[in-house]
């Protein structure tokens, strides 16, 4: 089995309650927190709420002082997922720790920081409520809540229920997503349809003028050339006179040859010249290529004017196009393609709606059947965990106590052809759905021997139901997310026997958890793998020397104190060893 963690590291507390300044250094495994009554042993569960968002009470503040400030000291190391929500908080993470703090105002004010980042209450619990869970007289809110209640059924239920959840979610969103398709379909037929008609429109003008990849360039170049041939000839004819004229005149062709002949003359008496007369005689024949090359262009420049007005027709048809559909031919083209594949799509609404309500009948069948096996075996992990529970209650001074798991479902009306995510019909009838199943799931507790099972927030007592938690935490542990637990008032109303097995089961939890517990009870306090007392100065106050960790003649001291109401009684100090020694195969042995 997994050893326990510590995820609280310190708390600190400042002016809240009779505590003027403490700092409460917290281990791994079971932290008993006693003192004489008055001392300010509950401050420390106050001082958590506060932590985790809880409301804030300036009442709270103490006297005389204007403000109360509570720090909280976490390590993330064994918290996925923790480092990412203080940074997106705005706060940071050093040497693998996280300061989350709250300052209650005498006035009432209430700021709250997570990280040395100043966030809102809100914030501070949205980061540090996962972490901690808190069990006292008025603090049992976590697994009252319905939806926390199905969630410790479906864990308890393991692999069954985790596979058929996952069915459920993965159809349920697609069911989710199939509806909204339709419902998009059907409401924009009308505009479907308007849409199908301009693409068609486009398209068949795109086919009429059938343009081809690069057209429009080479008709451009070839418009260009046309309208100016006349002048392009004409250039090109001056151009072939100068280079090799007809006419016997000067030109550039005559004028290289005579510069080499002058060169050739003289090439014997230097190889420089004779270099020169080389290159000389180089240029004449590519000039003599050039000539002919202006030639023949010239001789292919034709006036068309038949042939001008159509390639200027079919550019300016092209010009229609890229004005509507894209830059240049290449876009129309591209545009055309995707269209018509919209066009197909837009064509076959009628078709695409009755896939979708194919579809969805298909989802909403295997929902059905999912929602039925979920269902039964959520019923049958309430029944184990109830029995486990109740089993655990028989030890803890409520040997009476009943407990049963609730798996029902809310009837909703026929919705008709239509029907919404948020109801599915399972077994013939209507019922409520959501992303969690059709389940409504509440466990109930028969604090007394002939009563009715009521939920857990209204059958029990206080101290019962810190008790009714305990059970729970335990037969639960192991299979949850929330690696601290806090008690306080677990053990009032009991004695004897039943304190032994509160200290017991609290011993049990903390092998996998962190758990801090309140106690007045020697019985209880013998199990913790660490021992805090409180202790108030004359004037009735908690300075920061006033938490102090026990040693092991210090426990007994204080159990012997607990016991006897006294330090020095031998007897009440053999019965504290007493207890510490039977206590001791239970406990987590952590080192001190």
Sequence with gaps: MKGPSRVLEEIRIKSLGVIESSTLELGPGLTVITGETGAGKTMVVTALGLLLGGRADSGAVRTGDTHARVEGVVAVQHLPGLADQVE????????????????????????????????????????????????????????????????????FGGERVAALLENWRADHTALGEVEKELIDVRDNAQARAREADQLRFALDEIEAVDPQPGEDLDLAGEESRLGHAEELRTAADQAHEALSSDAGGPDASATLGAARAHLDGVRAHDSDAAALADRAAELGYLVADLAADVASYAASLETDPSRLAHVSERRSALLGL???????????????????????????????????????????????????????????SGERLAAQVQAELAGLAMPHARIEVSVTRTEVPDPGEDPPTTALLVDGTWVRASRHGVDDVEILL??????????????????????????????????????????????????GKAAVEIGRRLAALARTSQVLVVTHLPQVAAYGDRHVVVHKDHDGSVTTSGLVTLDEDQRERELSRMLAGVEDSESARAHARELLEAAAPERACLPK
């Design 88 to 155: 997106e908080a705005g706060g940071a993470v050093e040497d693998g720790e996280v300061v989350l703090a709250r300052n209650v105002a005498a006035e009432g004010r209430s700021r709250a920081w997570v990280g040395g980042a100043a966030v809102p209450v809100a914030s501070l619990a949205q980061v540090a409520e996962p972490l901690v869970a808190v069990h006292g007289q008025s603090d049992q809110h976590r697994l009252l809540q319905p939806g926390r209640q199905r969630g410790v059924i479906d864990r």
């Design 322 to 380: 890229t004005r509507k559909y894209g830059d240049s031919v290449e876009e129309v083209l591209a545009w055309a393609k995707e269209s018509a594949q919209r066009l197909l799509g837009l064509d076959d609404t009628d078709a695409r709606i009755d896939e979708l309500q194919a579809r969805r009948t298909e989802l909403r069948d295997r929902l059905a059947v999912t929602a039925a096996a979920l269902s039964e075996a959520r019923q049958a």
């Design 446 to 495: 028969a604090a007394n021997k002939g009563s009715a099972a009521r939920a857990l927030g209204k059958g029990a007592s206080g101290g019962e139901l810190s008790r009714v938690m305990l059970a729970l935490e335990v037969a639960l542990a192991g299979t949850g997310d929330v690696p601290t637990f806090v008690f306080d008032e677990v053990d009032a109303g009991v004695g």
